[in-house]
């Protein structure tokens, strides 16, 4: 019997209606049908002491998933290190900033003075403050930095007005907040979470990451077409507290976020340089980036 390839896959966050494609090819055993063992690594193991990216920095992983900001981060640090992307999940942003319902709070420049819930990523708080000077704030927020995996828990528990979440996740679970796209604020934000990989994994496993991906495509598109029996595959590794999400309503929600067969995956580096150009713009980073520098197309 052929020896399987062993991929680590570090997860951006706790198991959630994002991740069901890497489960359900996990269960399914697509992995192993493209010779891929795939371990899968929430976040909860270490509660976030390190993010994905550094886990792949350490050798802790293979494959993680982060938003773009971290790709650039850690190219642009002190001591570099050359993440690529491989893949993207989603084909445009399925985030948004949410602000509780009994906030008074009703557009983004009502941010002013209030209280902001952060992850502590480099560039996460910068990028809000942007959002409530486009619509006509001073961008002076009251930022608190709970553990990251509680920064959901303190928006909701410590009556905090707002923070980022996934509109197909958090949004699912509380419809009645109140949502800033940043689209529609006019900020081209870029591709979150992305597939990464170590530049040296690419040169040295490239078939591999392509079947990881190939198999990772056909789990998700398996998804869409058995939703009851994918979800009740993703259910079990979610945190007990959001198990009672409807996880269907979820998933039909990101399935056009996701893509189909044709796009699922694909960058488009117009989508990189745009967000490259604003962050340059509003000096939130003061390097010249340019796509071709971040991703590569495995064509899987």
Known sequence: MKRLKTFKLALDWTPNINHIGFFVAQKKEFYQEEGIDLEII????????????????????????????SIISFRTKDSPF??????????????????????????????????????????????????????????????HYPDRLGVWNALINQNLDATWIFLNWEGIQRPNFKFFKLEDYGIPYSYSPLIVVPHLLIERSKDELRRFLSATKKGLLYAFKHTAESTNILRPNVPLEERNIDLINSLEFSKDYFGDEETFGKIDPKVFDDFFKWIKSKEIESCNLKSNQFYIDLEF
């Open 42 to 69: 929430s976040p909860e193991v270490d509660n976030y002491e390190y993010s994905p990216a550094k886990k792949a920095e350490l050798g802790l992983a293979d494959i993680a998933l982060c938003p773009t900001e």
């Open 82 to 143: 050359s993440l690529m992307a491989i893949a993207t999940l989603f084909q445009r942003d399925v985030s948004a900033i949410a602000v509780r319902e009994d906030s008074n709070v009703n557009r983004p420049m009502d941010l002013d003075s209030k209280s902001y819930a952060s992850y502590g990523a480099r560039y996460e708080d910068l990028i809000v403050k942007e959002l409530v000077k486009k619509d006509g704030g001073v961008g002076d927020l009251d930022i």
